[in-house]
């Protein structure tokens, strides 16, 4: 199964990400949806997908954690986990890794990242 892309989609690939590693940032509002799709490595069975608001010379806000086991069923890239974070305000945001169950770090063949524009 292919999923569609949107024109706003950021894209990309994630690999030997451990607990605390950032993803890039991103302008947003309102709800942000992330898709991870084929991950890896063998024998992982969870990641914690945190979602966090940038803010310039103060802690970043933390606005919701996700828990993406459905991408790891098996090494098919259809595989996929997806988490929506609705009520944003309006600012940069970027996901942090949380904790990873049954590996030390996950490898995601496709991350998307769907901004509301």
């Known amino acids: 199964m292919t999923l569609p892309a949107h024109a706003a989609d950021i894209v990309t690939t994630i690999r030997n990400f451990s607990p605390g590693m950032e993803s890039r940032r991103w302008n947003d509002s309102q709800f942000s949806q992330i898709t991870f799709i084929g991950c890896g490595p063998r024998g992982a069975r969870s990641v914690q997908v945190k979602m966090r608001q ?12 996700k828990t993406f086991t459905k991408c790891f069923r098996n090494t ?30 996950v490898d995601v063949y496709q991350v998307r990242i769907r901004p509301k524009k």
């Open 76 to 105: 098919n890239p259809a595989s996929y986990s997806r988490g929506t974070w609705h009520k944003l305000p309006k600012g940069k945001y970027y996901f942090q890794i949380g904790s990873i169950k049954g590996a030390k770090v």
């Open 54 to 65: 940038d803010k310039a010379w103060q802690p970043d806000p933390h606005r919701g954690t």
